[in-house]
């Protein structure tokens, strides 16, 4: 096994000429909930993508189940990146979203009827993703996320449209997901759900 | 009311303009008249040859096919016209004048001026194409006239059907009627039906043809009244709509990214739809991810109705006089469309991976299992197509038989017509799923190309600057098509004696196509 599941040792990236992540430090253990938080630009995302090997750094470490993360298929059996809004595949509604992610992995963490009941989304299972509101196609890609194992998941501001009954909801579920032995890293503005996480940020100083 | 509400219109559009580009000055009108000029000089001559040939009498075995031609792009142009609106703004007018108490005709009138125009130049087009299938046996001048009458007069009665179709449902069922209407009047003359009927028409005599141009044009003419009367009647919901879709056709037009327009088409097609969700079939992780793109085609039946019955198209091309190689060309273009057709999933996941990271099957295996639906398709569509120009080879060979056995002389109006299509008596069906393979390689790696490449040089020449981005783009999965598919365009290039070898060396070079495109691009991504 590894020490720890995510290492990163003086991370810098640059985005057009302009420092956004400078000597980055962090490591993340199995099981832990670790919250990026910071103002707008202060490299939360990037270094999601950094995790998710989305984004080369200019210069430092990143190492992610003890390898350098890649775009490959074998990574993304491990990890489960929510970032912006996914392209739904057309002309199938939100259960069978559910349904094709429950198909290909073979020991899904829920089956499809309880994920439309935790992210309720039971009375629109029969609408086409493009038809539902913001907030119900966030919860649909959380569910998505979360329906399917992983060992990490990486989210990028996963409150965005949610309302704060459900937001209280989703830090629930992603505490579930930590005590299965799962490692959460989200970067969020939410503070009911930085609160429940060890919140870091990328600039170093821990707020 | 009106007046001043015109003057609003008039006020607004000035400053608009005032604060947009500068005005045209007296050098870009000379611009203008010298391109139009120049086109017309370099036209002339061709199109002069092209009118002196029509003269004479047509063909009588290419007579039926041309007329189901014509009829079926009319039907397309009703098509096009319903599908872009036809009334719609630029998003900006859209945006801020259309909501806005400024008089809705008036808003509308400079679209309303260039529909008319589109279908101006449509139907020249038409009666030209008219005028072809019929031929003009005596005084091409006037002949010709009263083609360019009809064809004008039925492209922009269609348009005015089509703009009145948007501001009422009854008007609707009209235009869908006249589309339905050509497309069985295609069907009737392609199954040589109304032959004797298009006999007659092509030996009208003038005083007929005078009469049915100018019923055509009051007709018409009636249809654009009423349609510019509606022209404020046509609700705003659909008028935004309909804008909206136009500003992001023009978005991917101007920054030259044709994949665009397969997300709005797509996205607008099943935001209407009401679905039922079905279980997923219990498969293979990288074939349940594939299944989607079966599922989507089968919740589609009208779409692979109109597939299936193209497959006649190549049919109806060889008895207007195309050639092997061109029907054959034909049959391989079709194919490869009808593969595309199939491969959403993949130019998906290609656009925006973000799902397919979630999914996480292997590119490799998906590639596998993403080609098996557009193999299954193209390879029916170029049976079908071949099968179809086999039987009619079959029987327009027999029907050259039946001239020879009564001792009468073949008419070589008669032999002209069959020639095209005896190439393919025999087994040229079976290169239809032999095809099948390299045809889903092509699709897919259409499927699996970025946008334009605008960095792309541009080269010169003699006949004009040829940007070659957009032209790697165009050829990109044809290329492998092509490549995959060498055995049967050399077979319809020059169609031997027997079509053995040429079939063994297409069932190779498809699978090795396909299994090399798989083995390269698979290497370790997602999908």
Redesign the interface.
Same mark, same amino acid.
């Given at each position: 096994m590894y020490d720890s599941i995510i290492n990163v040792h003086d991370l810098t990236v640059d985005l057009g000429g302009n420092p956004v992540l400078r000597g980055m430090e962090l490591t993340v253990s199995a099981g832990e909930i670790v919250a990026v938080v910071g103002p707008n630009g202060s490299g939360k995302s990037t270094l999601l993508r950094c995790l998710a090997g989305l984004q080369p750094a200019a210069s430092g470490e990143v190492r992610v189940f003890g390898r350098a993360p890649a775009d490959d298929a074998a990574f993304w059996r491990e990890v489960a990146l929510l970032g912006d809004e996914p392209a739904w595949y057309p002309g199938l509604t939100a259960r069978e979203h559910l349904e094709l992610v429950g198909a290909v992995h073979a020991r899904a963490r829920m089956t499809v009827e309880s994920a439309l009941e935790e992210f309720a989304l039971v009375e629109r299972a029969d609408s086409v993703p493009l038809n539902l509101s913001t907030g119900q196609r966030q919860r649909l890609a959380l569910a998505a996320a979360l329906l399917r194992p992983s060992a990490l998941l990486l989210l990028d501001e996963p409150e965005r449209g949610l309302d704060a009954e459900f937001r209280a909801r989703l830090a629930g579920l992603l505490g579930e997901y930590a005590a299965e032995g799962g490692t959460v890293v989200m970067a969020t503005h939410d503070h009911g759900l930085a609160a429940r996480a060890r919140q870091v940020s990328p600039s170093g100083v821990v707020a | 009311m009106t007046s001043g509400a015109e003057g609003n219109v008039r006020s607004v559009r000035a400053y608009v303009r005032s604060r947009g580009r500068a005005p045209r000055g007296l050098l870009d009108r000379y611009v203008s008249g010298f391109g139009l000029a120049m086109l017309l000089a370099v036209l002339g001559r061709p199109v002069s040859t092209v009118l002196t040939g029509l003269a004479g009498p047509v063909d009588p075995a290419r007579m039926s096919a041309g007329a189901a031609l014509v009829a079926l792009a009319l039907a397309g142009f009703l098509f096009a016209a319903r599908t872009a609106g036809p009334v719609l703004l630029s998003p900006a007018d859209a945006s801020w004048l259309l909501l806005s108490p400024l008089n809705r005709r008036r808003l509308l009138a400079r679209t309303g001026r260039v529909l008319i125009m589109v279908a101006v130049v449509a139907g020249a087009a038409l009666g030209l194409g008219l005028l072809a299938v019929l031929g003009a046996p005596d005084q091409l001048v006037w002949r010709l006239l009263g083609a360019l009458v009809l064809g004008v007069s039925a492209a922009v009665g269609g348009m005015a059907l089509a703009v009145l179709g948007q501001a009422s449902q009854s008007w609707q069922f009209w235009l869908t009627a006249a589309m339905v209407a050509l497309l069985v009047l295609a069907v009737v003359a392609v199954s040589g039906q109304a032959r004797t009927v298009l006999a007659v028409a092509a030996s009208a005599p003038l005083t007929t043809v005078a009469a049915s141009a100018s019923t055509a044009a009051v007709v018409s003419a009636l249809l654009v009244r009423r349609a510019w009367a509606s022209l404020d009647r046509i609700p705003t919901r659909i008028l935004l709509a309909s804008s909206t879709r136009a500003g992001h056709v023009a978005d991917a037009a101007v920054g030259l990214d044709p994949g665009a327009l397969t997300w709005i088409a797509?996205?607008n097609? /099943?935001?209407a739809?009401?679905?039922?969700?079905?279980? /997923?079939?219990?498969?293979p +992780?990288p074939l349940?991810?594939a /299944?989607?793109d079966w599922?989507?085609l089968a919740?589609?039946p009208g779409r692979l109705a109109a597939m299936s019955g193209a497959a006649g198209l190549p049919v109806v091309l060889a008895q207007a006089g195309a050639g092997p190689a061109a029907s054959g060309a034909v049959v391989l273009a079709g194919a490869l469309a009808v593969a595309a057709a199939g491969v959403?999933?993949a130019r /998906?996941d290609r656009?925006?991976p +973000?799902?397919s990271?979630?999914?996480?099957?292997?590119?490799r295996p998906a590639l596998a299992a993403r080609a098996l639906l557009p193999m299954v398709l193209s390879g029916a569509w170029a049976t079908l197509a071949l099968a179809g120009l086999s039987v009619s080879a079959s029987l327009a060979l027999a029907g050259l038989g039946a001239w020879a056995s009564v001792g009468t002389a073949v008419p070589g109006a008669w032999s002209v017509g069959t020639a095209g299509l005896s190439a393919f008596s025999g087994g040229w069906w079976l290169f239809g799923p032999l095809v099948a393979p390299a045809l889903a390689a092509g699709a897919l790696r259409m499927a699996g190309r970025g946008p334009v490449d605008h960095s792309m040089p541009v080269i010169d020449t003699p006949g004009g600057a040829i940007p070659t981005g957009p032209l790697l783009w165009a050829a990109t999965g044809a290329d492998l098509a092509v490549l995959g598919c060498l055995p049967a365009i050399a077979a319809l290039l020059s169609p031997p004696g027997a079509l053995g070898w040429f079939l063994a060396a297409q069932g190779v070079f498809g699978a090795l196509t396909l299994v090399g495109y798989a083995w390269r691009r698979g290497a370790?991504? +997602?999908?």
């Open positions: - | 797509e996205e097609h /099943w935001r739809r009401t679905l039922r969700s079905r279980r /997923w079939p219990s498969l +992780a349940a991810l /299944w989607q599922r989507r919740r589609r959403s999933g /998906w656009d925006n +973000a799902l990271r979630i999914v996480g099957v292997g590119h370790g991504q +997602a999908t």
